[in-house]
């Protein structure tokens, strides 16, 4: 976020974040920021502790055959580099021999054998019986399984013989001859050495990149209001000012305004009850009792109110103004008993009636002080100024009364 | 205990999580059925040259026992009867023939694709040491469970045009006896050629095959023989034959045939009234030893010829491209 656009959030912002920003910063960044945080760390975990191991080892046990035959291709099923271990029974010579395909389908032929036919899993290899087609060649003259020219290399051990694989073996074939059909399992063992390892450590690195990403845009443009993302041209500006005092201050502005209203009222009160009371001070020289009880009556007084002061301020010339401020009155007056009415109820309707039917009352003031002062000497009757809410309702009912 | 309660979650779903993520080692390979096998060569160069060395080693020790015992394992057909013969004049007369070496090196080899047995690889050698010229080897398979044993030497003439085969990496195709498309079927040529050699240009046959140099050298002994005999009043009497299935075809990339085959031929030489029929070269003379002679004297011999016959519409005449010939029985009748 620039500097600008700081400038431009703070006066609208009113110093405090959005919700919308809060949910951003808050709580879907630092999920991103975790999900970044946990992408690397298994991004680092998988290239280190976890990287998948180059070797591979997968073990079979076979009998009942006298040859074992890999399926084509499974030699090097993983990687080129293949190791064959066979472990038969102690005592017994075992070979084994890499061939084309063509050349040990016709040294088995007629013999039955078991395949390898791949990895079941990565630590098995998977097994099939299978009987090969052809006729059985005599053995007369025959030559030995290792002696044979067909096989690329071949070895041949008592017990167990170990056979590996390289490069030139990738199209052939891995035999094995028990030298007669076996009883006892013997185990065979695929051993590769893996090149190239699956790398599953880049794309977590890659999707901790993208949650960094995430949790940057999350925490700055996604955070913004939509409409300071869309709009950042300066001549948009007044625009903004005026949508945002409509639709939020506005609401908030005339509560507080109403609030206001109300509130304020006691003060105009008294500050009219202080030159009602040098009026009284004048006339009747009451105590300061008076003052304060007379601002509990005043809400049949009220609208008149604000007429009364200007009525005051311009009262040398009141000819004049009166009949101006009595047209201009009239309109605003309705609206703002309107307003009060409903906030206020019955007694302001009254009140309304007695502003409306004092409209052309040169002396209102004189006589809302009379009305106060003869209000006054029953407040006084009662005497109490703590239940002064108490007396302000009764007030307030005797003048719906 | 709320927070032991929640820590345990959290230790269970981190354990799930990371056995989810570990335990990764790809997925399982499947083994992808490959058809290229097939097509491949029978064998690698290295291979071929590794069996052509054994019996090269096979041969060389019984050439140094001057014995024949044990070329079997490695020697088959006209190949084991003439050296067996060529070891037995060896013993008679204390050296080898020098027409028995066979180099080493190699100049082309032709291996066969087939899947089947018998397989047959040609494999022609560079010249001796002594500027002989080149040796065409073929070396049979007869089954899976035998080796390749060398089954026919034939010493290629001087100049001779061979075909092209396709290289050793990719392998040629085996031929068979009766393959068509050519001018005659290997067979058939085989058998003509047998013709020509018993009837000289008087054959039938003459017109089909181009002269060649062991017809040349075959007659010029012939008329030699004839002439002496003509002035003992003697007769002479030469038959060829080809052997049956001794046959070896390999398929040219031009698409014609080299047929290699053994024909057996016997010469009955009667010397004239009151006269002893003698054996006409040293070689004879080995083979028949310590022999009584008699008016008649039959001598066979194992011939080994090379012919490659062209395909049918090229125009071409056959031609005998290498030969070898061993007298192996000498007797008097």
Redesign the interface.
């Known amino acids: 976020m620039t500097d600008v656009q700081e400038e431009h959030d703070k006066p609208s912002d009113t110093g405090r974040p959005s919700r919308h920003a809060m949910i951003m910063r808050g709580v879907v960044a630092p999920i991103f920021g975790l999900l970044a945080v946990a992408s690397v760390i298994?991004g680092v975990?998988?290239a280190t502790i976890?990287k998948?191991?180059s070797q591979?080892t997968a073990t079979t046990s076979v009998s009942g055959t006298q040859y074992v035959v890999t399926?084509?291709?499974?030699l090097t099923?993983?990687d080129t580099q293949a190791t064959l271990t066979v472990q038969g029974q102690s005592g017994t010579q075992v070979c084994v021999a890499f061939g084309?395909?063509?050349?040990v389908?016709?040294?088995v032929?007629g013999y039955p054998y078991t395949r390898i036919?791949?990895?079941?899993?990565?630590t098995t290899l998977s097994t099939e019986q299978a009987s090969a087609q052809g006729t059985r060649?005599s053995?007369d003259?025959?030559?030995d399984f290792q002696?044979?020219?067909?096989w690329?290399s071949v070895k041949c051990g008592t017990g167990s013989v170990s056979l590996s694989a390289s490069e030139?073996d990738t199209?052939k074939l891995a035999i094995i001859d028990f030298g007669q059909s076996i009883t006892t399992p013997a185990t065979i063992t695929l051993h590769w050495v893996r090149q190239t390892l699956?790398d599953?450590a880049m794309p977590l690195y890659f999707i901790g990149g993208l949650c960094v990403v995430l949790t940057i845009l999350s925490a700055s443009v996604f955070a913004m209001p939509p409409h300071k993302r869309r709009k950042r041209m300066v001549a948009s500006e007044p625009v903004e000012v005026a949508e945002e005092v409509t639709v939020g201050q506005a609401v908030a502005g005339s509560l507080s305004g109403l609030r206001s209203a109300v509130k304020v009222r006691p003060k105009k009160r008294r500050r009219h009850a202080r030159r009602a009371d040098d009026g009284k001070k004048s006339r009747n020289g009451s105590a300061q009792n008076a003052n304060e009880t007379e601002s509990e009556a005043p809400l049949v007084v009220d609208p008149s109110a604000r007429n009364l002061v200007a009525d005051q301020q311009h009262g040398e010339s009141q000819g004049d103004d009166i009949h101006q401020t009595t047209v201009i009155n009239t309109d605003e007056l309705q609206a703002y008993f309107a307003r009060l009415a409903q906030e206020m109820g019955d007694s302001q309707s009254s009140s309304g009636e007695d502003a409306e039917s004092s409209t052309d009352a040169a002396s209102l003031d004189d006589q809302d002080h009379q009305d106060h002062s003869e209000d006054m000497p029953e407040q006084e009757a009662q005497g109490d100024n703590d239940q002064m809410q108490n007396d302000h309702d009764s007030a307030a009912e005797e003048g719906g009364e | 205990m709320k927070n032991q309660a929640a820590k345990m979650i959290a230790a269970i779903m981190s354990v799930g999580l990371l056995i989810g993520v570990a335990a990764c080692e790809g997925q399982v390979p499947k083994p992808t059925s490959s058809t290229s096998a097939q097509e491949s060569p029978d064998l690698t160069q290295d291979q071929e040259k590794a069996i052509r060395q054994q019996i090269l080693s096979v041969i060389n020790a019984a050439n140094e026992a001057k014995s024949a015992d044990g070329l079997d394992v490695r020697m088959t057909g006209p190949a084991l009867e003439i050296r067996t013969s060529e070891l037995a004049i060896a013993q008679a007369t204390g050296s080898l023939d020098a027409k028995t070496t066979i180099p080493e090196d190699i100049t082309q080899t032709v291996i066969p694709t087939d899947s089947g047995w018998p397989r047959s690889v040609f494999t022609i050698t560079t010249t001796t040491e002594d500027q002989q010229s080149k040796r065409l080897l073929v070396m049979n398979q007869d089954s899976a469970r035998s080796n390749y044993k060398l089954w026919a030497i034939a010493r290629l003439f001087q100049g001779a045009k061979l075909p092209k085969f396709a290289v050793p990496d990719h392998g040629s195709q085996m031929g068979t006896a009766d393959d068509t498309g050519l001018v005659v079927t290997p067979q058939q040529a085989v058998e003509q050629y047998a013709d020509l050699l018993q009837n000289g240009s008087s054959s039938q046959y003459a017109s089909n095959f181009a002269d060649d140099y062991f017809r040349q050298e075959l007659t010029t002994l012939t008329q030699t023989v004839q002439e002496g005999m003509e002035r003992n009043n003697g007769t002479q009497q030469q038959t060829f034959s080809a052997v049956k299935d001794q046959i070896a075809v390999m398929r040219s990339s031009d698409g014609g045939d080299l047929v290699v085959a053994q024909i057996n031929s016997e010469w009955t030489r009667q010397a004239g009234e009151g006269r002893e029929s003698q054996p006409a070269s040293d070689a004879e003379r080995a083979l028949f030893g310590d022999g009584t002679a008699t008016s008649t004297m039959k001598v066979t011999y194992v011939n080994v010829i090379a012919l490659y016959v062209p395909p049918a519409d090229s125009g071409q005449q056959i031609t005998a491209v290498g030969a070898e010939r061993q007298p192996v029985k000498v007797e008097a009748i």
């Open positions: 298994f975990l998988n976890w998948p191991s591979i399926d084509p291709s499974v099923l993983v084309s395909s063509k050349d389908t016709g040294w032929a036919t791949g990895l079941s899993d990565w060649e053995t003259g025959a030559v002696n044979s020219d067909m690329s030139q199209d699956p599953f």
